[in-house]
């Protein structure tokens, strides 16, 4: 079965310092990747997603950027924290290469404050 | 407009009580529909998926579509304290490999005992 691991659970980091959110999945192959921040009252944003190895596309203008190193790898990053970036940020992916249209899965997010 | 408008609630009922939750969206376009529940610090986790209109069932969960009235519920049998937690309805349009997922804001359920 499928699964996806992200960390860290929660991070607290100060206002200019870098940060580096890993997200991998298991038990699947050329899955789609997603980034999102869920701040309270607002729903779902997405941020990232990524369809294969190097390619990441942005749906925001923002403070963060993201990679994809490896097909079931992917990383969420900023080289200087700012105090909106803080949130509850999510990895998704979806077996779309396999299964059109199927559902996104998530893993159980990184609560992110910045101090 | 939103594109998925989701009452946030709080929504809180006694055990027991069957529970329906609710979204409207404005695209025709979309054509696929999921249900998740989000416990408090936890990932969404998926509940109900679906493309068709009509019910489709699965133990106390039912969802429903009407694409005609661009309208989707979720209705909870015998609700149990257990459910209570952050629901969230989500749609795509299916014509894309993207995947993107368009989300309501989610509505608080509370299920007393």
Same mark, same amino acid.
């Given at each position: 079965s499928q699964t996806i691991h992200q960390w860290p659970a929660t991070l607290? &980091?100060?206002?200019?310092?870098?940060?580096?959110?890993?997200?991998?999945?298991?038990?699947?192959?050329?899955?789609?990747? #997603?980034? #999102?921040r869920q701040a309270a009252?607002?729903?779902? *944003?997405?941020?990232? #997603?990524?369809?294969?190895?190097? *390619?990441?596309?942005?749906?925001?203008? *923002?403070?963060?950027?993201?990679?994809?190193? &490896?097909?079931? &790898?992917?990383?969420l990053s900023s080289k200087k924290l700012l105090l909106s970036d803080s949130g509850f940020y999510l990895c998704a992916w979806s077996n779309e290469f396999r299964t059109p249209n199927s559902p996104l899965h998530f893993g159980n997010g990184t609560r992110l404050t910045v101090t | 407009q939103k594109e998925v408008e989701q009452d946030p609630g709080p929504l809180s009922v006694p055990e027991g009580a069957i529970v329906s939750l609710n979204c409207t969206?404005?695209?025709? @376009? !979309?054509?696929? !529909?999921?249900?998740?529940?989000?416990?408090?610090?936890?990932? $969404?986790?998926?509940?109900?998926? /679906?493309?068709?209109?009509?019910?489709k069932e699965d133990g106390r969960f039912t969802a429903q579509v009407d694409?005609?009235?661009?309208?989707?519920?979720? !209705?909870?049998?015998?609700?149990? $304290?257990?459910?209570? @937690? /952050?629901?969230?309805? @989500?749609?795509? /349009?299916?014509?894309?490999?993207?995947g993107k997922l368009i989300f309501g804001q989610g509505t608080t359920l509370q299920v007393k005992p």
């Amino acid at each position: 079965s499928q699964t996806i691991h992200q960390w860290p659970a929660t991070l607290v &980091q100060p206002v200019g310092s870098p940060l580096s959110l890993e997200c991998t999945v298991e038990g699947t192959s050329n899955p789609n990747l #997603y980034w #999102y921040r869920q701040a309270a009252g607002r729903g779902l *944003q997405l941020l990232f #997603y990524s369809v294969g190895i190097g *390619q990441i596309s942005s749906e925001v203008p *923002q403070n963060l950027s993201a990679s994809r190193p &490896q097909d079931r &790898q992917f990383i969420l990053s900023s080289k200087k924290l700012l105090l909106s970036d803080s949130g509850f940020y999510l990895c998704a992916w979806s077996n779309e290469f396999r299964t059109p249209n199927s559902p996104l899965h998530f893993g159980n997010g990184t609560r992110l404050t910045v101090t | 407009q939103k594109e998925v408008e989701q009452d946030p609630g709080p929504l809180s009922v006694p055990e027991g009580a069957i529970v329906s939750l609710n979204c409207t969206y404005s695209n025709s @376009a !979309f054509q696929y !529909f999921m249900w998740y529940r989000q416990y408090s610090r936890k990932g $969404p986790e998926l509940l109900m998926y /679906t493309y068709s209109s009509g019910n489709k069932e699965d133990g106390r969960f039912t969802a429903q579509v009407d694409k005609s009235s661009k309208y989707i519920s979720l !209705f909870i049998r015998d609700s149990q $304290p257990s459910d209570s @937690a /952050t629901y969230l309805c @989500a749609t795509r /349009t299916g014509s894309s490999n993207t995947g993107k997922l368009i989300f309501g804001q989610g509505t608080t359920l509370q299920v007393k005992p």
